[in-house]
């Protein structure tokens, strides 16, 4: 089972099983059980399908609690969808037999890392125009 909190604070628990995945499956049509095989571009590069799937899986405790759907996503933004999404992957890497689920967790673990650097260079890219900008040789000056 992994874990992430909401915006407002809120510990999620989601378990990802035949059960979970079929529900998921039947009422937004994502297969949990492909998001390693590439069907977690679809769900992390929209949002609002990613919070669909976690409220789906959710759906239980949330009702529990008395919290609606729309109350769940007004609370998902900033580091909880970043967390959430960890969560999710973690979810169903956990529901795979030891061997696949090494093997997910190196995709995974590699995928971040992968991120991380990307993000750097763009912060490098970022930091050397803001850089030339000031110093005025930038060729966005110059042309302007």
Do not use: H
Request: aromatic share 6%; proline share 1%.
């Amino acid at each position: 089972m992994a874990q992430f909190k909401d915006a407002n604070d809120r510990t999620w628990t989601i378990t990802v099983n035949v059960g979970t995945g079929k529900k998921v499956r039947d009422v937004l049509g994502v297969d949990l059980f492909n998001l390693y095989d590439g069907g977690a571009k679809d769900v992390f590069s929209d949002v609002i399908l990613l919070v669909n799937v976690l409220y789906v899986l959710c759906e239980e405790q949330a009702t529990k609690s008395g919290i609606t759907d729309v109350q769940f996503g007004e609370a998902m933004f900033g580091d909880a969808i970043e967390s959430s999404a960890t969560a999710l992957m973690d979810a169903v890497a956990d529901f795979f037999p030891q061997r696949k689920r090494q093997l997910l967790n190196r995709i995974k673990t590699d995928g971040e890392k992968l991120a991380a650097k990307m993000m750097d260079q763009a912060e490098a890219k970022l930091d050397q125009v803001v850089a030339e900008l000031m110093s005025g040789k930038s060729s966005i000056n110059s042309q302007a």
